[in-house]
């Protein structure tokens, strides 16, 4: 009985990891691990988590690779940037991934108590989805076979982190109203940075905690995140350490290169001078910014359309290239951070309006994501 | 994946530009390549590493990766078709592994520390052109590659005048032992007020020049950039000639034209 299951289960898994061979076809689709939902592997040797924003991961060509260091320039009036950590750092605790928090606050446990949850069921979220080209949702349906058979058999995988609606997937959609439980996000390592003269105690704590990670054996991939916020604040009180900043960066990027881990840092970018900026934005892998918009801007409105939807812009300046060469070239890189129902962070190219009002379509349904490859089909 | 044809083969304007020929040493002892945010001038780095371990000429490489691992470069060159390991193993290239370079522990400042540390390196890298020459030397050309200045800095704390000191010294070697220098440096770190004197005084003692930047519209699918070679007539002279043209990075190598020819 038990092996006739198994059976069944391998082949629901087998169904879909062909359907994902299918996509691989396309550029840039990259294919889970089998094993493990949370890390997927891409090209040239590289694996990917997902930074919680499935548009973003899309846009990065896969997410988040592992063993690169991810910079977000922040805005200086607006916390943008804490909706990117916050859904990167609820995708680690849906995936069960080790994370560890450094945070400028008195007390980075309470930021905790603001990361979303995870859309619970598939019914009524997702409806951009549906527009989502066929293979795509040939996967969709393979994963829910497989996963209605997880719970047939009463997976022990799926411990009470996982609350049982929450389907096992590479990126979740996440609900900004509602909140991650308590009991969940206690495995979060955290440290606040406030009023730490030196930095030799973040650096232990960074090298504790890669050390203190799972061995990845074989194929069973695990991975770790670890998520600094605002570095340079003025509350850190790093005033005059600008060598020790870019030193300490350094070493973190030089630590995660070798591990299955991948770091966010967030800075204001107002309290570097312009060389050290230079040298902060030469040392990311991939870096991003967050811009806030101006609430009544006219002359903005008339010319984007979903101008009133939009929270803010992100822009991609750099994708992390571990073992190539080849830079990769986006479509766009300018995209803007939109709630849809109010829930969950979406990201749309930038659109001229049109002369009716119409909504803006989602990057999902815009086309594939542009890789490098993709520039190809365009040389003539 | 491509449907046109293969346009056909460009010459290669790098090594036009710089005036290498087929095999043997280059025209110049000490060649900056200087890049931004926007575009990485790495790729520059691979092509000197792969000419310099593809010459029929015992071509050796000495390369201090301070910016990615081994591993990084193996990759990127097996897909120019250079296996690293191979030409290491073969003892072609000495790979430096300075990932983790500090010259200071985490809290400690000592001058001497980072003076000790540039040592160190500036005798490991003698060490290794020695070992060169000692066996069985016929002439080979060899070649010191630094990924990149900008670490290097840092792995000093900022110090400019021991990394301008270390420099002089690899400089002196060229002349000295037979080799060249090939030096990734990020130019938009340095052209602020108060880092330019970093900056002059890397194009004194530069007798090459090679500017990677995005054009004024950004980087597109076909053109990932421009490059501009100067070459001096002397460290710290005039200059002689200045070629300019574009790129396009893909991953077996690098494809340079002139703007407007390829359309």
Redesign the interface.
Known sequence: MATAADGRLQGARSASASSFSRARSS?SAVLPSPRNPGVKLGP??ATFVSSGIPDLDRILGGGFLLGSLVMVMEDADAPHHLLLLRNFMSQGVVHRQPVLFASPLRDPRAFLGTLPSPVSSSKEHRQRETTVDHNQQDQEKGLRIAWQYKKYFGDQQSSQIHNRDVKQEFSNDFDLRKTLERQHVQHIEIMSIQDIP???IL?DRCSNFLSGLPRSDGGNLSAGRIAIQSLCAPQCGYAEM??DL??FI??LR??I??SNVVAVITFPTSFL???FL??W??LADT?LSVRAIPDEDKDMAKLLTGYQDMLGLLHV??VA???????T?LEA?TFSLKLQKRRYLVLERLNQAPVEASSGTSYSTSGTCSGP???????? | ????PSPPRDPDLLEEALGLGRGGSPPWRLAFVEDC????G??VL?HFLKRALSTEGDGTVIFLGLA??F??YD??LR?MGCNLSVQRNKNKLHFIDL??L?F?G??EKGENDIEIGFMDLYNRILRYIEAIRSKDYNGGWTTIIIDDL??LE??A??SVKHVLDFLQYCGSLTSEMDCSLVILN?E???S?D??LQMLSHLDYISDVLIKAETLST?????V?GQMTVIIKDAPGGLIKKLHSFQFK???NGVEFFYPGSR?
Do not use: C, Y
């Open positions: 550029p040239n040797g030196h930095l030799t650096r600008d060598w870019v030193a350094r070493f030089s630590i290169r070798s001078s312009p060389a230079k040298r934005q030469h870096l300046h750099k290239q571990n073992n190539s060469q080849v830079p070239v890189s490859s993709k520039g190809s089909s365009l040389d003539f | 994946m491509n449907p046109s945010v926007e575009t990485s790495a790729f691979h990615q691992p591993s990084h990759r990127v897909k990932l983790n500090e200071l985490a809290d900008s670490h840092i792995a704390h900022g990020h938009d770190i340095h602020s108060e880092a950004g980087i597109a699918a076909d990932h990075v893909k991953e359309f």
